[in-house]
Every structure is written in C-alpha cells, then in structure tokens.
C-alpha cells in the first residue's frame, strides 16, 4: 500500500493551498458577514481549471484524478467552505453525473462549458437539485412532476436548500414523471435557468457557509425537451443516488478541511497565547486536546483518500465514502469547537476565524445525505 503522492497530486494541492491563502483568505470574513456570493473567487479557480477537476480533457476538464480533488477541497476549505461548497457540487454532482450518464449530445453542449466553468466570458457553473420541502433524507417524495407530453416534459414544482441556485446557468432536477411507480417513475432533467417558468425564490439566511448562495427554486410549466433527460426513463432516483455517492466524497474532503483549517490556527494560537507565566501549549490540557485533534484529522483524511482511491479504481466505495462522510463530519464539528475553546475569548469573535469555521461545520453534517443516513447506508453494508 502506497502513502505516497504523485508529483502531480502534489503540485495541485499547492496550487489549492496558494490560491486559498491568497485568493480567499483577503475578504473571507466580510463576505461570511454580508452573504456575499465569491464569484471572482469561483471565476479564478474555473480559469485554474478546479471547477471541472475529473472531466476529461475532450470534455473540457482537467482530467485529475479523485485523490487530487480531495486534496485541492482541503485546501480551499481550511479557509472559505463557501468557496469549497461551489467547487464540490459543480465538481462531485454536476459534472460527475453528466459525465457519467448523460448522453454524448449532451456533455457537448453542457458538461464541456459546465467543466470550463466559464461560457462567453460569463461564469457557467451547476446547481443539483433534489431537496423539497418534504423531500430531503426521504428523497423518494418527489413532490416536483415532470409530465410527459410526448416530445417534451412539463415540469412543476419547488426544490429547496439548492446551492449554487441563483449563480448557476444549469439546474440538474430530479422529478416524479410517474407516481404508480414509485421511485422507479422518477426522472432527471437538465434545465436551464433562464428558461420561462423557472423562479429563484429569496436567499436563504444561513448559520454557516454564507457566502454560498441557497435558494429555493421553483417550476412553472416549465418545457424540458425529452432529449435533456438524462439516461432512460424512470433512471432519475438511481441517478441521484449515484451521483450522492461521488458527492459524498467531495463534503468529507470539505469537513475535513474546515476542521484542518481549526486545528491550524488552534496549534498556531497555542503557542502564541500566554496563562500562568507561559504558552498554553505548555499545558497538558491543551497538548490532549490537539494530539486529539490531530488524530482524528489523520484519520479522516485516510477515510477520504480511501475512497477517492476506491472511486478511482472503479470500485464500490458506496461505504467508504459513507464512513468518510460521517467521521468527517463529525470530526469537523468536534474540531472547531475545541479550536474555539483553546482561543478562548478571542475564539468567539470574528476575526480569529475559528467561530466561523465552527459555524461552517455544522452543515456538513446534513446536506448530501446527514449522518444519520449516512449510518443507514454502513449498517445496510456490513449487515447484508
């Protein structure tokens, strides 16, 4: 077993980690504050070639492997989730399953601008959207249809807590063509934003990842053309689920991140901060804390590259991108509010950065599938 990197896999993690320092770290905190959307930061990583990372080259992507995407969404996450979330869904769902599923006429005509992350000089990213109001860990009860008309479909319906919603040119829609069937009359659409019927409903004030824009998004007799469904009919629940699957992959990578990124600035602050005539690295206290930190971070970081590696070699890692998710997750939450503990104070206001990260952990817990599905998915595994 190699633990080793490419020099390759190297040279883009750096180029993550220079462009996250110098690119997103300037204004970070003022954007957190306002809610601002970091579409020059996103515009930069597209030219960089981050926003379609495993696309193949003919589609205009990058061609990287999954073990370098884990690493560039570290990078960018110890500082800005909110930069890192736009990454994971344009990277992990969008691309991924046009890449994957779509058809030939489609990838040329979608998944190449969607790779490039820029059309006509405008920014051109991916929205995924499965989410409703009474659809999220139960992604079965489609409320959103989708009737077949012959040669085309007619969409109606609302998608909630979508990211990317009011940035993004594409919408993949997940929707129920024929409810007597189940999860097997569900279908998956690729609509465009600026098609008549299609409304951005308010952004959504968030605890954490401010700056990623989260919209709801609804259909009004909205016309898809039968050829922007993607593979057969009644795919559209497998294809969701699928493409989760790679998607989970990209959350653990930012969960890990965002609670690399605390551990960092815990260790650096530890040795700064003085109590009781010393640094409170002194302290055995704190030491636990962060040789806690730091094993845990460790481990999650195996559990991610474990089922990139597994991803990359075609394998089922349907559990080790579960157990990735999960630990991450819950890594990441532990982390940050241990980070804020050791700042103290100081960790509890905005320009030391932890709380932020702490606030920005919390969601990766629940989008693409919480942790508590995510133990369904591993129980279901080692119980068969």
């Known amino acids: 077993m190699n633990f080793e990197f490419t020099e390759e896999q190297l040279a883009v993690k750096q180029a993550a980690r220079d462009f996250a320092r110098q690119e997103c770290l300037p204004g970070v905190i003022e954007r957190d504050e306002l809610q601002r959307f970091p579409k020059e930061q996103i515009y930069k990583l597209a030219e960089l070639g981050f926003m379609g990372m495993m696309v193949k080259p003919e589609y205009g992507g990058s061609g990287m492997d999954t073990i370098s995407y884990v690493l560039a969404m570290e990078e960018i996450s110890k500082i800005d989730a909110s930069v890192s979330v736009c990454v994971s869904v344009n990277n992990s769902l969008v691309c991924y399953g046009l890449q994957e599923y779509g058809s030939e006429e489609q990838k040329q005509k979608y998944l190449t601008p ?10 051109y990213i991916g929205a995924f959207l499965l989410s409703e109001p009474e659809a999220g860990s139960d992604a079965t009860s489609q409320r959103t249809t989708a009737e077949d008309k012959g040669d085309h479909y007619v969409l109606n319906g609302i998608k909630n807590w979508i990211t990317n919603g009011n940035s993004a040119s594409v919408y993949l829609v997940i929707a129920q ?11 998956a659409f690729i609509v ?8 951005v409903g308010a952004k959504e004030n968030k605890l954490g990842i401010r700056g990623s824009d989260t919209h709801s998004i609804s259909f009004q007799d909205v016309i898809v053309p039968k050829e922007n469904r993607i593979g057969a009919d009644g795919f559209g629940f497998k294809f969701a689920m699928k493409t989760l699957e790679g998607g989970r992959i990209g959350i653990a990578s930012q969960a890990l991140g965002i609670a690399s990124g605390a551990y960092e600035l815990a260790l650096a602050y530890s040795k700064e901060r003085k109590a009781f005539g010393q640094p409170i690295m002194n302290h055995q206290i704190i030491q636990f804390k ?13 559990f991610c590259l474990k089922a990139a590696w597994e991803k990359d070699q075609h394998l089922d890692y349907t559990l080790s991108g579960s157990m990735a998710k999960v ?41 693409e599938g919480t942790s508590e599905i995510q133990r369904i998915v591993i129980s279901r595994s080692i119980l068969k």
């Open 114 to 123: 969607l790779a490039q992350g820029i059309k006509d000089g405008e920014l």
């Open 177 to 187: 063509t024929d409810p007597a069937k189940g999860h097997k009359g569900i279908n």
């Open 192 to 199: 465009e934003k600026n098609w008549p019927g299609v409304t």
């Open 290 to 302: 962060l040789a806690d930190m730091a094993t845990k971070i460790e481990a999650a970081r195996l």
């Open 327 to 367: 630990f991450a997750s819950e890594t990441a939450m532990w982390t940050t509010t241990e980070a804020v503990q050791i700042h103290g104070g100081y960790g509890y206001v905005k320009e030391f950065h932890v709380e932020r990260l702490m606030r920005d952990a919390k969601i990766t817990q629940i989008y």
